[in-house]
């Protein structure tokens, strides 16, 4: 697969060099710069594509691979590939960034300039991130990030904004540098930051009982995981829209990207060791996050705590350590990315029109917007997991590995299903249906660059849905390879859930 | 009879030449402005001539009293760069201060000789004498707003505490020299290896008292106490000034000292200096939090740095000098750069160095923000600054010498400091402004600020060649 150009070096560095030209143009120009930024998210998101097309899907090696040395005198380069793990939050955050420009076009007014450059480098170093071999490298990217994300929440967000931008900051820093102590002992051990080579290694049972949780301090406050989630709420609220769809849609990501990439391959005996924990603590969030959405009058509060919820169900995949569990968690990242990106950019066009996010202002909508309520149907229910979406599948997946890995735990995650049928529901009931309130009568509903912004993400819905394999395909064999270095899962569970996978087909 | 080579001295000799001659000229130029370009001029010559030196001829002399390495080069370099940036962000404001006299170039000078001689000293009297040279010079600089109480107020602290430190400095060498009858650093530290004279508790005295007095110059804590006040009322520029030259001083003659004469007694030493680091990390980073004066808060954030620099004394390894040497170039340039950013603030009837100051600030100055932004980053530590690279270094030499648990702690305390770099961000950029300030920009002060922003940024991008550039130095010593 021979491309001319290095082509993730390019969907890295074409955003962030695209956000510098923006430095140069005139901030009276304000269209240039939105269309500029509209072209260079549409470039990147061209430049990316080979990746889902060209991808060779019968091996876990690293493809598209680059690697340049960097610092020699620490054995750092700069190391890139994708895997079939990695290759789709690449493209799901070039296509979300296009997503996110088109949202902010009218909902952002003041420091228009500022903003597309905040996005544009956001949109390379978290693709960075997704790329990255090296370990150095990839907490460069990791904590670069953290920059413009501070300035998109501080900045543009809600009334509480200050408050939610340094708790954000201040949560994944505090996250963050004790991994960064953690790399360093690890180099300190196998002396390479090289990804690959450090998964290769074998570390003392101690030393992996220890990195594990530094490396947890950083994966699971951006998860978030349950109990380190609470700046997530503030943060997703208090957001400018396409903030919260960054946030949801790819930021969160990271974590769980972290403990497939990091935490598992290189401490697979601290791992086993923890299951319990893990599947508990994903458990609690399943639950908490949902019952708490369900007591919620601010609608993006809503959206955010189910973010906390579903992100339970990716670590419950995660850490029941077999196939399904694992595919299923990666599947369910990206639908979550979709649906909840689509979902929190639904809110971002009624508040442009009405300012509010509280439920209570709402109300009958459904009468004065009939094809936005079409819309935000269809991912409330793709929210929910109804069959033929893409939510189905990859709570199918997850619950099915978790019933495998520990019945109670399946059993626990499947009563999470429920409650979120409840809270979306519920809420869809008390903004679309009932009175109109008059608030909203008279409301125009979504123009076409709206309908443009959400269509691609329905489209993924249904084709997720329909035909999981062109996207499951992908993960297969990176998947059994990580997993044959852990190995988990008594052989009697896996039957079961072999069994009811027959049963199902 | 047989002269000293004094070839290597060559770049102190042409300084301080040449601020003697910018102290005459004092008489006779009206323009002053002439006069600092005259002092760069010499200081330039002086720079050139240690190129010259380093190049072709031997690396000591008085009897290796006075040693001209490669590890007193990297210092001298820091030096040289404090100098100028120091003169750049200095015109404008003096003029404003009504305060542009040329003592100031040449006390500038004579300060930083005395640094460049405190690096290259081989012997404990020649350390003293170049500390006494940085210090009186930087005790008149700190009071030369004479109109101003707070300038005055600070010119008094720093001379008493200063005073009493070097007095301290004085104490421990006379106790070494009873000890072993030498105060060549190297000739002390085969002594020490060889004999009984380890386990002598004068020996540990002095060590201590060593540490108390370096301690001081470097404003480590319990020993920062005149740094909040000094840094707020010395002139802005003799702050920027202040916070670089003598810390990086502190650390070079705390490199050769510590880790070349008092070698063989490395576990006291860092039995003393871990606590101290610790300590001062913590004071510098927690008490930051509660300034509202920038100039303040900035001193608490130098006192913070240098807990992390004496992170890689404490490894005791030619990596962790390599590191704090390292730490010391990024800093010179993320601080004053920094500095150069307080200083356009302070304009003809603006103090310009209150926190609320910076309200809105992104809004009516959108560049001068975005310096700033790029210093706070890098100060707290954030890719792809190289504030970041500095730390990491420093983090890996410490973590690679046993001492995990100390970057653990570094690491806390750097993550409780970005809570108020950051507020300086959310100031410029998260709030509205009242008023428009007026920023008193010059071509001087943008050539300094580009120079540093593009310092701070290459750093963080392509640290390798500093990275060698600072081993190859530190494998001199």
Sequence with gaps: ?505 | MQYPDINPVLPEIILIAAALLVLMLELFIKRKETIGFIALIGVGLSMCSMFYVKGVVGQETFGGMFISDGYSAFFKIIFYLNFYLTVLISLKYLKIERALRGEYFGLLMFATAGMMIMASAGDLIVLYLGLELMALSTYILAGFLRHKKKSNEAAVKYFLLGGFSSAILLYGISMIYGLTGTTDIRHLAGLLAGGGIKSSPVLLLSVALFVVAFGYKVAAAPFHMWAPDVYEGAPTSITAFMSVGPKAAGFAVMGRVFLIGLASVRIEWTTILIPVAILTMAVGNIIAISQTNIKRMLAYSSIAHAGYAILGIIAGTQEGMAATMNYMLIYAFMNIGAFAVVIMLKSEGLEGDNLSDYEGLAKTHPVASALMLVFMFSLTGIPPTGGFMGKFYLLMSIVNAGYAWLAVVAVAFSAISAYFYLRVVMYMYMKESKETPVLSVSPAIGLALIITVAMVIAMGILPARFIDFAGAASAAL
């Design chain 1, 1 to 505: 697969m021979e491309i001319g150009y290095p082509i993730l070096s390019a969907v890295i560095f074409v955003p962030v060099i695209g956000g510098l030209v923006l430095l140069l143009v005139n901030r009276a120009n304000e269209s240039i710069i939105k269309w500029g930024a509209l072209l260079v998210t549409i470039v990147t998101f061209v430049i990316s594509l080979p990746l889902f097309t060209d991808f060779d899907k019968t091996t876990y090696l690293m493809q598209f691979q680059e690697k340049h040395a960097w610092i020699p005198s620490w054995n750092i380069n700069y190391f890139l590939g994708v895997d079939g793990i990695s290759v789709f939050f690449v493209l799901l955050s070039t296509l979300i960034s296009i997503l996110c420009v088109l949202i902010s076009w009218n909902a952002i007014k003041d420091k228009v300039k500022e903003f597309y450059i905040a996005l544009l480098i956001t949109e390379g170093a978290m693709i960075g991130v997704f790329c990255s071999l090296d370990f150095f490298l990839f907490y460069l990217f990791w904590e670069a990030m953290l920059i413009p994300m501070y300035l998109i929440i501080g900045v543009w967000g809600g009334p509480r904004r200050l408050y939610a931008a340094i708790k954000f900051f201040l949560y994944t820093l505090v996250g963050s540098v004790l991994m960064l102590v953690g790399i360093i002992v690890l180099y300190n051990h196998a002396h390479t930051f090289n990804i690959l080579e450090l998964a290769n290694h074998t570390y003392p049972y101690k030393l992996q009982m220890i990195l594990f949780w530094a490396f947890f301090a950083a994966f699971a406050v951006k998860v978030p995981m349950f109990p380190l989630h609470t700046w997530l709420p503030d943060a997703h609220t208090e957001a400018p829209t396409a903030g919260s769809v960054i946030l949801a849609a790819i930021l969160i990501k990271m974590g769980a990207y972290g403990f497939l990439r990091f935490s598992i391959p290189m401490f697979p005996d601290a791992t086993k060791a923890m299951i319990p924990v893990m599947l508990g603590l994903s458990v609690v969030a399943i639950i908490y996050g949902g019952l708490i959405c369900l007591v919620q009058t601010d609608m993006k509060r809503l959206i955010a705590y189910s973010s906390v919820s579903h992100m339970g169900f990716v670590t419950l995949g995660i850490f029941a350590l077999n196939s399904y569990g694992v595919e299923g968690g990666i599947l369910q990242m990206i639908n979550h990315g979709i649906v909840t990106g689509a979902l929190f950019l639904c809110i971002g066009i009624i508040y442009d029109r009405t300012h509010s996010r509280e439920i209570s202002d709402y109300g009958g909508l459904a009468t004065p917007l009939p094809v936005y309520a079409g819309f935000f149907m269809v991912f409330t229910l793709a929210t929910i997991g109804l069959p033929g979406m893409n939510g189905f599948v990859g709570e199918f997946l997850i619950i099915l590995g978790g019933f495998a890995a520990s019945r109670i735990v399946g059993v626990l995650a499947a009563t999470g299903v429920v409650i979120s049928a409840g809270y979306m529901l519920w809420l869809y009931q008390r903004v679309f249906f009932m009175n109109v309130n008059e608030k909203v009568a008279g409301l125009k509903d979504m123009d076409a660059r709206e309908v443009l912004t959400l269509l691609p993400l329905l489209a993924l819905v249904f084709w997720i849905g329909v035909y999981p394999d062109s996207f499951l395909g992908f993960m297969h064999v990176s998947v059994s390879h990580l997993l044959e270095k852990i190995n988990s899962g008594g052989p009697a569970d896996m039957n079961v859930a072999q069994a009811i996978i027959h049963m199902v087909k």
